[in-house]
């Protein structure tokens, strides 16, 4: 099973643009408690490098691309967003990194949770530890 999932997401829109919609439960699978964005990334700046125990995400490259690398302690995959038109679900339990965010990048995180530090596996080896408990 994959661990890279994408939504589609409907784009509206006619000759004065495109428009897209996303609404908790319709098309993500969660209740959206949390938004926020990420922009002015350097390109020789990598993000992420975390897990959630809880909490699950919606990611949307709205302008530019970015690399993400998922990883669930077994195996690693990545994905190049760069379509506003798709997201990245990452589940809870899976480690995210982020590479080579283009000079425009803007990332939109629709989020299941409010912010919560202890929600947050911050080091690799606990993480690693971490899912081999459960």
Sequence with gaps: ???????????????????????????????IKRVYYLFDTKS???????AHKELKQLV???RGSCKFIVDDGLS???????DPSKGLLIESFLWREMHDFSDD?????LASEHYD??????????????????
């Design 1 to 31: 099973m994959s661990l890279i999932k994408t939504v589609d997401l409907q784009v509206l829109g006619d000759e004065r643009g495109s428009l897209v919609s996303i609404e908790s439960y319709k098309n993500i699978s969660f209740e």
């Design 44 to 50: 020789s700046v990598s993000r992420g490098f975390h």
């Design 60 to 62: 949307v490259v709205v």
């Design 76 to 82: 690693q995959e990545s994905i190049v967003l760069n």
């Design 105 to 109: 990048c803007v990332i939109m995180v």
């Design 117 to 134: 530090e202890n929600d947050y596996i911050r080091n690799y080896d606990d993480f690693i530890k971490y899912v081999g408990s459960l």
